[in-house]
Structures are given as C-alpha cells and as structure tokens.
C-alpha cells in the first residue's frame, strides 16, 4: 500500500509539472467535483473561457449540460474534462450518475 501512494505523489508532481505552462498561456477556469458538489456551483466567465473539472471523488461523475450542449465521459478520480464556451448565455449542468449534483456557468 505504502508504495502505491508513493508512486501516486510521483505521478501528481509529474502531472503539475507538465500542466503549469498551459494554465498561465489560456484562460481557463476550474471547477473541482468534491464530496458529490461542484465547486463552485456557479460560475461567471467571459466568452471564450474554457472551463475544467476534475473529479477529487474516489467515484466516477459526469458533466452533462442540462441543453445537451456538453457531455463528458465518466471523469475517474482526478480526471478532469474540458469546455470552452464560445456563446454567451447560462448553461445549466448536472451530473448523470447523481442527477442531484448541479451547477451552472455564466458566459459574458
Ligand atoms: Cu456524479
């Protein structure tokens, strides 16, 4: 077990270092899905935003806009899944595993 995290804690450090340059070039927005909540539950970005969601669950979630203008597919534990809004307006979301967990994005 105590290798298991150790090659984990590797694998993240690997991970951030890889992902630092491209979230200071785009502007990008995450949501983190923790505890069967997105967070935060509303959102307001300027057009051309692209939002990302990771899932910190030990669970699969799945992001669904509620118009179908979206859908990811099951996000594992600390997957993540991408969205760039390209059209003003509200776009409700829910998870389709857990249709209680809901959240919203507002582009400017
Ligand atoms: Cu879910």
């Known amino acids: 077990m105590k290798h298991v ?13 890889a992902e630092s340059p ?13 505890n069967f909540t997105f967070s935060p539950m509303t959102i307001e970005v300027q057009r051309g935003a692209t939002i990302k969601w990771i899932n910190k ?6 992001v669904a806009s509620t118009a179908g203008t979206f859908k990811s597919r099951a996000i594992d534990t600390d997957g993540s899944f991408v969205f760039t809004f390209t059209e003003p307006g509200t776009y409700e979301y829910y998870c389709s595993v ?3 967990m809901t959240g919203k994005i507002v582009v400017k």
């Open 57 to 62: 669950d030990d669970i699969p979630h799945v």
């Open 98 to 100: 857990h249709p209680k």
């Open 22 to 34: 491209a979230s200071s070039t785009a502007p990008s927005t995450t949501v983190t899905i923790d």
């Open 5 to 17: 995290i150790v090659f984990f804690a590797i694998l993240m450090s690997t991970l951030s270092l």
